[in-house]
């Protein structure tokens, strides 16, 4: 397969809201982006949630991504959702059971 998967957020209309990047093979979120305009509305959520099962679904018992210094709404949505900074200043880690409960957030 692929090194990667990507994941999209769309309308039932077909207008894109987000997506999501994921490498398997390195156990990493790569991207996690939402549009403008539809940030808080569960959309980065449920991307989130679906990278996960994605990620376990492929074999991955944890997972990392890299956050961008200064970006403090997206520590707290990533903390809120229950990944926790790692030793890195902007790496957030999900051990395994936060990825086996990616789909219970609403």
Do not use: M
């Not at 077909?14 to 991207?31: D, M, T, Y």
């Not at 949630?49 to 991504?65: I, N, P, T």
């Not at 890299?66 to 902007?90: L, M, Q, S, T």
């Amino acid at each position: 397969g692929l090194p990667w998967e990507t994941l999209v957020a769309v309308t039932d209309e077909g207008a894109l809201q987000g997506i999501a990047v994921i490498k398997p093979n390195e156990s990493e979120v790569e991207q996690l982006f939402v549009r403008e305009g539809v940030q808080g509305t569960g959309v980065g959520k449920r991307l989130l949630a679906a990278a996960e099962r994605a990620l376990v679904q492929s074999g991955c018992r944890d997972a990392h991504l890299y956050a961008v210094v200064g970006n403090d709404a997206a520590h707290r949505f990533y903390e809120r959702n229950g990944w926790r900074r790692n030793a890195r200043p902007v790496e957030y880690k999900a051990e395994a059971g936060v990825l086996a409960d990616g789909d219970g957030r609403k």
